[in-house]
């Protein structure tokens, strides 16, 4: 059983750039949650698919988007890069009615 | 949810009991405790839950109090891996967002 993978580990991007980080969940997982940690603070949920649609969004602006896939791996696409983007970026996936998320490794974007 | 309240540091003597404390005095009757580390540069790990009884498994211990207003996840015996940012987290369910507060950062010293 494979866990939870993310790619890329690292990326640099400038200001006003997009980007899209990918996720895959855990064989089996059907729903995917993305989350933001800024540097020396907890993660905060940005969104969550299941079965391909969007259910739940935290308090973050349109220019974060997501989809999820057949396979239930997952996007993050962010549009018009800010500053104050730089963060890890977490991906977890669970059962819908599961009891806990399991995250990966995470991509830390840097923005310039 | 309800808000949890920890420590924001402790320290520990490799091989001894690591006892971390999290408040959450307004838990309502459906939610759970959940207990979830983070070490550095790593994903969140989950570690247990618990509704109102003792809960065990390979990891740690979680004790609820009897009037679930407080718990406190035990590592038997912590070793420096165990070195992290744990964060208590009272929820419906274990697919509900996580809402992460600052934790409780653990030091395991030999």
């Known amino acids: 059983e494979t866990g939870v993978t993310q790619s890329p580990t690292h990326l640099i991007k400038t200001r006003g750039q997009q980007v899209t980080l990918r996720c895959s969940s855990q064989?089996?997982?059907?729903?995917v949650s993305w989350y933001q940690q800024a540097l020396g603070q907890g993660p905060q949920f940005i969104f969550q698919y299941y079965r391909e649609e969007e259910n739940g969004r935290g308090n973050f602006p349109p220019r974060f988007s997501g989809l999820q896939f057949p396979n239930y791996s997952s996007e993050l696409n962010v549009n018009a890069l800010e500053l104050d983007d730089s963060a890890l970026y977490l991906c977890?996936?669970?059962?819908?009615?599961?009891?806990?998320?399991?995250f990966g490794p995470g991509t830390r974007l840097t923005v310039t | 949810d309800a808000k949890t309240t920890q420590p924001p540091s402790m320290d520990c003597a490799e091989g001894r009991a690591a006892n971390l404390p999290c408040n959450h005095s307004t838990i309502s009757g459906n939610e759970y405790v959940y207990w979830y580390r983070q070490i550095h540069s790593q994903g969140p790990q989950y570690i247990i839950h618990g509704l109102k009884n003792n809960e065990t498994n390979e990891m740690a211990s979680l004790i609820i109090t009897e009037d679930r207003k407080s718990s406190t996840l035990i590592l038997p015996h912590a070793t420096l891996r165990d070195t992290a940012v744990y964060y208590c987290i009272a929820l419906n369910s274990g697919n509900t967002p996580l809402v992460f507060g600052k934790g409780t950062r653990l030091s395991v010293i030999a």
């Open positions: 064989s089996g997982h059907n729903t």
């Open positions: 977890a996936s669970s059962f819908f009615t599961g009891s806990e998320q399991y």
